[in-house]
C-alpha cells in the first residue's frame, strides 16, 4: 500500500513540474508573454499572493477601464506592479494615461501610468504558482535546481517501476481455478476420492 502512495505522489510531482514547466516557461516564450509573481496582496482576492501572472504586450487602444496591467513605477526602472486599470485619461500632447488601483486598495494609485510605462496586459495566471517559481530565482535558484531536479529523478525512477511492475505481471501466464485441481501443494483431494490425498 505504502508503495502505491508514494508512486500517487511521484506522479503528482511529475504532473506540477511539467504544469509549472507548460503555464511558466514555455507559453509565455512562445507565446512572447513575461512570466511574473505577485508579492503583495495589493490586488487580492482576484490574484492573491503568489499567483504567477503573465502578462503579454498589447496595443494601448486595446486596454479598457477594467484591464488588469503590468506596468514599471517609473520609467526606465525595474520595479514592476500589477494593477486593475479604473480610469484611462489624455495628456496635453495627447499621450494616453491610465489611472490605477489595486483590487485590495481603498484609493487609485497616487500616479497615472503613461504609455512608456506598461509592460503588457494579464494573459492569465495561476495561483500559487509563483511560490514555486520563487525558488527558482535569486539566491535560493541552485537549491531550487537541485531539489527539483532530485524530485524529478526520484519521481521518475518510482513510475518507472511501476511501469516495469506492471509489465512484468502481464507475461505472468493465468493459473486455471476449478474443482479437483492442484493448489499448489499436490494434497489437494479431488471430489469423491473419500477425502484422501
Known sequence: M?????RGLAAVVIAVAGAVLVLGVIV??????TPYVVLTDSMEPSLPVGTLVVSRPVEPERIRTGSVITYQLRSGQERLVTH???GIGMTIGGERT??????????????????????????????HLGHVAGAFTGQRKVIGMIAAALLLGYAGWQVLGAARERSARAHI?????????????????????????
Open 84 to 86: 486593475r486599470v479604473v
Open 98 to 127: 491610465y489611472l490605477t488601483q489595486g483590487d485590495a486598495n481603498d484609493v487609485p494609485d497616487a500616479q497615472s501610468v503613461r504609455d512608456v510605462q506598461v509592460r503588457g496586459a494579464a494573459w492569465y495566471q495561476v495561483p
Open 173 to 197: 501466464p493465468p493459473v486455471a481455478v476449478g474443482s479437483g485441481v492442484a493448489d499448489g501443494d499436490g494434497l489437494t483431494p479431488r471430489v469423491g476420492d473419500g477425502g484422501r490425498p
Open 28 to 33: 509565455p516564450r512562445v507565446a512572447g508573454a
Open 2 to 6: 505504502t508503495r502505491h502512495v508514494v
